[in-house]
Protein backbone atom coordinates (compact mmCIF):
# COMPACT_ATOMS: atom_id res chain seq x y z
CA UNK A 1 0.00 0.00 0.00
CA UNK A 2 1.18 3.60 -0.82
CA UNK A 3 2.44 5.36 2.59
CA UNK A 4 2.36 8.72 0.70
CA UNK A 5 -0.49 9.98 -1.89
CA UNK A 6 -0.41 12.69 -3.81
CA UNK A 7 -3.51 12.53 -5.82
CA UNK A 8 -2.96 15.64 -8.31
CA UNK A 9 -0.78 14.55 -10.83
CA UNK A 10 -0.40 17.65 -12.54
CA UNK A 11 -1.53 21.49 -11.49
CA UNK A 12 -1.68 24.16 -14.01
CA UNK A 13 -2.25 27.51 -12.40
CA UNK A 14 -1.74 31.58 -13.90
CA UNK A 15 1.09 33.43 -12.41
CA UNK A 16 0.14 35.01 -8.95
CA UNK A 17 -2.36 32.47 -8.48
CA UNK A 18 -2.53 30.66 -5.16
CA UNK A 19 -2.34 26.54 -5.02
CA UNK A 20 -2.37 23.62 -2.81
CA UNK A 21 -0.86 20.86 -3.27
CA UNK A 22 -2.15 17.75 -1.24
CA UNK A 23 0.11 15.13 0.41
CA UNK A 24 -2.06 12.02 2.17
CA UNK A 25 -0.01 9.56 4.61
CA UNK A 26 -0.56 6.65 6.10
CA UNK A 27 1.73 5.27 9.12
CA UNK A 28 0.78 3.38 12.35
CA UNK A 29 3.59 4.72 13.60
CA UNK A 30 3.21 7.48 16.49
CA UNK A 31 6.67 9.22 15.79
CA UNK A 32 6.82 10.18 12.54
CA UNK A 33 8.33 12.92 10.21
CA UNK A 34 6.68 14.40 7.02
CA UNK A 35 8.68 16.39 4.58
CA UNK A 36 8.41 18.11 1.07
CA UNK A 37 11.00 18.36 -1.49
CA UNK A 38 11.18 20.42 -4.76
CA UNK A 39 12.34 19.16 -7.94
CA UNK A 40 12.93 21.98 -10.66
CA UNK A 41 13.85 20.60 -14.41
CA UNK A 42 17.15 20.46 -13.60
CA UNK A 43 16.70 17.34 -11.54
CA UNK A 44 17.92 18.07 -8.09
CA UNK A 45 15.41 17.21 -5.03
CA UNK A 46 15.45 20.62 -2.92
CA UNK A 47 14.60 20.16 1.01
CA UNK A 48 11.84 22.65 1.77
CA UNK A 49 10.27 21.45 4.84
CA UNK A 50 10.46 18.89 7.91
CA UNK A 51 7.15 18.52 10.30
CA UNK A 52 6.98 15.65 13.25
CA UNK A 53 4.10 14.02 14.30
CA UNK A 54 4.31 15.73 17.58
CA UNK A 55 3.88 19.34 16.39
CA UNK A 56 0.40 20.07 14.61
CA UNK A 57 1.31 23.79 13.94
CA UNK A 58 1.20 25.37 10.61
CA UNK A 59 4.10 27.38 9.39
CA UNK A 60 4.84 29.85 6.89
CA UNK A 61 7.47 30.76 5.04
CA UNK A 62 7.11 33.49 2.13
CA UNK A 63 4.75 32.65 -0.37
CA UNK A 64 4.92 29.10 1.42
CA UNK A 65 2.67 27.84 3.58
CA UNK A 66 2.40 24.23 4.99
CA UNK A 67 -0.47 22.67 6.73
CA UNK A 68 -0.58 19.29 8.78
CA UNK A 69 -3.45 17.97 10.33
CA UNK A 70 -2.93 14.55 12.47
CA UNK A 71 -7.03 13.86 11.79
CA UNK A 72 -6.80 13.58 8.48
CA UNK A 73 -3.58 12.48 8.19
CA UNK A 74 -2.89 15.36 5.12
CA UNK A 75 0.35 17.62 5.23
CA UNK A 76 -0.73 19.92 2.87
CA UNK A 77 1.05 22.57 0.43
CA UNK A 78 -0.17 25.82 -0.11
CA UNK A 79 1.79 28.64 -2.38
CA UNK A 80 0.76 31.70 -2.39
CA UNK A 81 0.81 34.36 -5.41
CA UNK A 82 2.83 31.66 -7.46
CA UNK A 83 5.54 32.62 -9.85
CA UNK A 84 6.99 30.90 -12.98
CA UNK A 85 10.00 29.74 -10.55
CA UNK A 86 7.46 27.69 -8.81
CA UNK A 87 7.25 25.38 -11.84
CA UNK A 88 8.67 22.08 -10.45
CA UNK A 89 7.36 18.34 -9.20
CA UNK A 90 6.69 18.83 -6.06
CA UNK A 91 7.15 15.68 -3.51
CA UNK A 92 5.66 14.73 -0.36
CA UNK A 93 7.91 12.26 1.74
CA UNK A 94 7.11 10.15 5.27
CA UNK A 95 10.18 8.86 7.52
CA UNK A 96 9.01 6.66 10.31
CA UNK A 97 10.63 5.72 13.63
CA UNK A 98 10.18 1.77 12.80
CA UNK A 99 12.26 2.08 9.49
CA UNK A 100 14.64 4.48 10.06
CA UNK A 101 16.31 6.76 7.53
CA UNK A 102 14.38 5.30 4.86
CA UNK A 103 12.20 8.16 2.88
CA UNK A 104 8.62 7.04 1.31
CA UNK A 105 7.76 9.18 -1.17
CA UNK A 106 4.96 10.55 -2.99
CA UNK A 107 4.26 10.42 -6.51
CA UNK A 108 4.86 13.84 -7.06
CA UNK A 109 2.83 16.41 -8.07
CA UNK A 110 4.08 18.56 -11.66
CA UNK A 111 3.01 22.11 -10.94
CA UNK A 112 3.36 24.27 -14.29
CA UNK A 113 2.72 28.16 -13.71
CA UNK A 114 1.57 30.04 -16.81
CA UNK A 115 3.45 33.87 -17.13
CA UNK B 1 29.49 24.28 2.18
CA UNK B 2 29.87 21.99 -0.97
CA UNK B 3 26.19 20.28 -1.94
CA UNK B 4 25.73 16.16 -2.51
CA UNK B 5 28.18 15.45 -5.50
CA UNK B 6 27.21 12.45 -7.84
CA UNK B 7 29.38 11.12 -10.68
CA UNK B 8 29.33 10.61 -12.98
CA UNK B 9 26.41 12.64 -14.48
CA UNK B 10 25.20 10.76 -17.55
CA UNK B 11 26.20 7.22 -18.16
CA UNK B 12 25.00 4.65 -20.99
CA UNK B 13 25.72 1.41 -20.63
CA UNK B 14 25.12 -2.15 -22.39
CA UNK B 15 22.58 -4.98 -20.97
CA UNK B 16 24.51 -7.11 -18.49
CA UNK B 17 27.59 -4.88 -18.11
CA UNK B 18 28.01 -3.70 -14.15
CA UNK B 19 28.50 0.03 -13.37
CA UNK B 20 29.57 2.16 -10.09
CA UNK B 21 28.16 5.14 -9.14
CA UNK B 22 29.72 7.51 -6.70
CA UNK B 23 28.21 9.80 -4.17
CA UNK B 24 30.20 12.21 -1.89
CA UNK B 25 27.98 13.79 0.58
CA UNK B 26 27.84 17.18 2.40
CA UNK B 27 30.90 17.62 4.96
CA UNK B 28 30.08 16.45 7.85
CA UNK B 29 27.05 14.41 6.96
CA UNK B 30 27.76 10.82 7.96
CA UNK B 31 24.68 9.01 6.59
CA UNK B 32 24.27 7.93 2.49
CA UNK B 33 20.86 6.87 1.22
CA UNK B 34 20.40 5.83 -2.31
CA UNK B 35 17.27 5.79 -4.19
CA UNK B 36 15.82 4.81 -8.25
CA UNK B 37 13.99 7.58 -9.81
CA UNK B 38 11.78 6.61 -12.59
CA UNK B 39 8.36 7.66 -14.11
CA UNK B 40 6.99 4.29 -13.31
CA UNK B 41 8.02 3.71 -9.86
CA UNK B 42 8.29 6.87 -8.54
CA UNK B 43 11.34 7.27 -6.14
CA UNK B 44 12.22 4.36 -4.53
CA UNK B 45 14.80 3.86 -1.47
CA UNK B 46 18.13 1.70 -2.55
CA UNK B 47 20.06 0.78 0.87
CA UNK B 48 21.24 3.65 3.69
CA UNK B 49 24.88 3.46 4.79
CA UNK B 50 25.80 5.40 7.95
CA UNK B 51 29.41 5.22 9.54
CA UNK B 52 30.17 2.21 6.51
CA UNK B 53 27.73 0.13 7.73
CA UNK B 54 24.33 -0.74 5.96
CA UNK B 55 21.75 -0.39 8.01
CA UNK B 56 18.34 -0.31 5.45
CA UNK B 57 17.89 -1.78 2.76
CA UNK B 58 14.72 -1.43 -0.03
CA UNK B 59 13.07 -4.02 -1.69
CA UNK B 60 15.71 -4.10 -4.62
CA UNK B 61 17.21 -7.68 -6.14
CA UNK B 62 20.76 -8.83 -5.01
CA UNK B 63 22.41 -7.24 -7.78
CA UNK B 64 22.33 -3.53 -6.57
CA UNK B 65 24.99 -3.58 -3.71
CA UNK B 66 26.85 -0.03 -2.25
CA UNK B 67 29.22 0.75 0.68
CA UNK B 68 30.58 3.34 2.03
CA UNK B 69 34.08 4.68 2.83
CA UNK B 70 35.55 5.83 5.88
CA UNK B 71 35.32 9.54 4.89
CA UNK B 72 31.58 8.83 3.83
CA UNK B 73 31.61 8.73 0.42
CA UNK B 74 29.54 6.26 -1.07
CA UNK B 75 29.26 3.63 -3.87
CA UNK B 76 26.41 2.02 -5.76
CA UNK B 77 27.06 -0.90 -7.95
CA UNK B 78 24.38 -2.51 -10.09
CA UNK B 79 25.97 -5.59 -11.80
CA UNK B 80 24.27 -7.62 -15.00
CA UNK B 81 22.45 -4.62 -15.80
CA UNK B 82 18.88 -4.65 -17.49
CA UNK B 83 16.70 -3.12 -19.54
CA UNK B 84 14.41 -1.69 -16.37
CA UNK B 85 17.46 -0.24 -14.49
CA UNK B 86 17.39 2.78 -16.64
CA UNK B 87 16.17 5.36 -13.80
CA UNK B 88 17.74 8.69 -12.67
CA UNK B 89 19.74 7.35 -9.50
CA UNK B 90 20.04 10.10 -6.31
CA UNK B 91 21.99 9.75 -3.69
CA UNK B 92 21.20 11.99 -0.04
CA UNK B 93 23.12 12.54 2.48
CA UNK B 94 22.02 13.62 6.01
CA UNK B 95 24.27 15.01 9.29
CA UNK B 96 22.92 11.55 11.39
CA UNK B 97 21.26 8.39 10.78
CA UNK B 98 17.98 8.66 12.40
CA UNK B 99 14.62 8.70 10.66
CA UNK B 100 14.40 12.75 11.57
CA UNK B 101 17.36 14.29 10.22
CA UNK B 102 15.82 15.91 6.11
CA UNK B 103 18.05 14.37 3.97
CA UNK B 104 19.95 16.63 1.12
CA UNK B 105 20.18 15.17 -2.44
CA UNK B 106 22.47 15.60 -5.40
CA UNK B 107 21.82 16.29 -9.10
CA UNK B 108 21.34 12.25 -9.49
CA UNK B 109 23.60 10.13 -12.40
CA UNK B 110 21.43 9.38 -15.55
CA UNK B 111 21.90 5.70 -16.26
CA UNK B 112 20.51 4.38 -19.48
CA UNK B 113 20.79 0.90 -20.44
CA UNK B 114 20.69 -0.42 -23.84
Known amino acids: AQKVTQAQTEISVVEKEDVTLDCVYE???????LFWYKQPPSGELVFLIRRNSFDEQNEISGRYSWNFQKSTSSFNFTITASQVVDSAVYFC????????????FGTGTSLTVIP | KAGVTQTPRYLIKTRGQQVTLSCSPISGHRSVSWYQQTPGQGLQFLFEYFSETQRNKGNFPGRFSGRQFSNSRSEMNVSTLELGDSALYLC?????????????FGPGTRLTVT
Open chain 1, 27 to 33: TRDTTYY
Open chain 1, 93 to 104: ALSEANTGNQFY
Open chain 2, 92 to 104: ASSLGGGFSYEQY
